[in-house]
């Protein structure tokens, strides 16, 4: 029962901005939007959460639409070490204590 | 500030062999998790620390597996008579949540690979 819809790859090419859009049209009003990525070999690594408002921080920005089924990963300005595997999940914000990650999306940056 | 850091970074060892992984948490971080990663795979739970409360055990897959964690600290993820299906990377996080409270981010370490041969 996947809670989110990713694509499984992108492509993207260097210095230009990377938008990775996530689909989680089954969110509750209590659930968290987060993104982590995976660089390979290493673990996974936190990028910004949100509920309802946009949000940005020194990684990247999150867009959340107005119904919330929806967001987009921006990273504006893409370099080579954001190739990674970039995950999307929706967390109640009681939640129990896992994290579950699906497929994600591959992200290549190219030069 | 230190982040999460494991050791060994890798392991091999033998099918039959008890193996201890370690798992140094952000100082201060009250939450402790581990997870699982198979080759191409996404995360598997097995086992988290709140505090001084009793650990959640729900994702250990086998009574072959354990954790400890001491002084709130430093945790040790123990596999008892390693079997191939148990080669993996074992992943550590850490958070800030409180028992009780809201979800909080958690922040992993690079993790161990285990490969059972």
């Known amino acids: 029962d996947a809670k989110t819809t990713q694509p499984p790859s992108m492509d993207c090419a260097e210095g230009r901005a990377a938008n990775l859009p996530c689909n989680h049209s089954?969110?509750?009003?209590?659930?968290?939007v987060y993104w982590y990525r995976q660089i390979h070999s290493q673990g996974p690594q936190y990028i910004i959460h949100?509920?309802?408002n946009n949000e940005t921080n020194e990684m990247a920005s999150l867009i959340i639409t107005e119904d919330r089924k929806s967001s987009t990963l921006i990273l504006p300005h893409a370099t080579l070490r954001d190739t990674a595997v970039y995950y999307c999940?929706?967390?109640?914000?009681?939640?129990?204590?896992?994290?579950?990650f699906g497929g994600g999306t591959r992200l290549m940056v190219k030069p | 500030g230190a982040g999460v850091s494991q050791s060994p970074s890798n392991k091999v060892t033998e099918k039959g062999k008890d193996v201890e992984l370690r798992c140094d948490p952000i100082?201060?971080?009250?939450?402790l998790y581990w997870y699982r990663q198979s080759l191409g795979q996404g995360l598997e739970f097995l086992i988290y620390?709140?505090?001084?409360?009793?650990?959640?055990k729900s994702g250990l897959p086998s009574d072959r597996f354990s954790a400890e964690r001491t002084g709130g600290s430093v945790s040790t993820l123990t596999i008892q008579r390693t079997q191939q299906e148990d080669s993996a990377v074992y992943l550590c996080?850490?958070?800030?949540?409180?028992?009780?409270?809201?979800?909080?981010?958690?922040?992993f370490g690079p993790g161990t690979r285990l490969t059972v041969l």
């Open positions: 996080a850490s958070s800030a949540r409180l028992a009780g409270g809201p979800l909080d981010t958690q922040y």
């Open positions: 089954t969110i509750s009003g209590n659930e968290y």
């Open positions: 949100g509920l309802k």
């Open positions: 999940i929706v967390i109640p914000y009681n939640a129990g204590n896992m994290l579950t």
């Open positions: 100082s201060g971080h009250t939450a």
């Open positions: 620390f709140q505090g001084n409360s009793a650990p959640d």
